[in-house]
């Protein structure tokens, strides 16, 4: 599960990332949301509250979309009424719920972190992952509604055995820094590229894990360790 994604807009880290894989023309929109804030956390709709979105969701080599982080929703008034069903991830692929969006509306969140949690006991540790150096692209998919609206979910993945430590249940779909893996995955359609993205699940730089008491405050509680990517 991924439950919680945070963007400095203004990171040089962000912006290299972004032209390395051809999305720098989406690059004045960030620097339009980082004069907003320079810091963006993000949260799936919880509570219902479909203002609850991931901004500058990239759909495309030039487009972004702000949208609701929750895919289960359908359009109420100029917004969106949230579902009951959890769905700010997207995990069961096979599913035919998923299968329009993974096939034709995939898009691509960047970031310069995320949160994991794990039970334990009768609560959760949480664990902020930050690259060592860097930043992040995420896969998503999105739903367009008949007022304008879009909802999303981040694409999750099973999970692999070194990240399971931290995500019991799954690990998310972290996109390659590779501008034809990312030109393949916000193309409508499935191809090879993006089935072995979907099928193998990699890190692609190192990140540094440390467990805190809330994602919001980022107080850690104890020393980082380094998860290698691979």
């Excluded at 509570?47 to 929750?70: D, H, M, Y």
């Excluded at 069903?85 to 329009?100: H, I, V």
């Excluded at 609560?123 to 367009?144: D, F, T």
């Excluded at 994602?215 to 691979?230: H, M, P, Q, R, V």
Aim: charged share 20%; proline share 6%.
């Amino acid at each position: 599960m991924c439950g919680f994604i945070q963007r400095v807009t203004d990171s040089p880290h962000v912006i290299a990332l972004l032209e390395e894989v051809g999305l720098g023309q989406t690059l004045p929109l960030f620097k339009e949301e980082a004069m907003l804030s320079n810091v963006v956390n993000f949260y799936p709709a919880f509570g219902r509250v479909p203002e609850k979105q991931i901004s500058n969701l990239i759909v495309g080599s030039s487009t972004t979309i702000n949208a609701t982080w929750w895919f289960d929703a359908k359009p109420m008034g100029d917004t969106l009424a949230v579902g009951e069903r959890t769905t700010f991830n997207a995990r069961n692929l096979d599913s035919p719920y998923w299968q329009k969006a993974i096939t034709k509306r995939r898009g691509v969140v960047a970031a310069t972190a995320i949160g994991e949690s794990n039970p334990e006991g009768k609560g959760k540790a949480h664990y902020l992952m930050k690259p060592q150096e860097g930043a992040l692209l995420l896969g998503a998919v999105y739903r367009v509604f008949s007022n304008g609206q879009f909802s999303c979910a981040v694409v999750t993945r099973p999970p692999r055995e070194d990240f399971s430590q931290y995500h019991e249940k799954s690990i998310p779909c972290f996109l390659p820094h590779d501008k034809s893996a990312i030109e393949a995955w916000l193309h409508q359609g499935r191809s090879v590229e993006v089935d072995e993205i979907l099928a193998k699940p990699k890190l692609y730089t190192n990140l540094e894990v440390t467990r805190v008491k809330s994602f919001k405050g980022g107080e850690a509680l104890g020393s980082s360790t380094i998860l290698k990517k691979s």
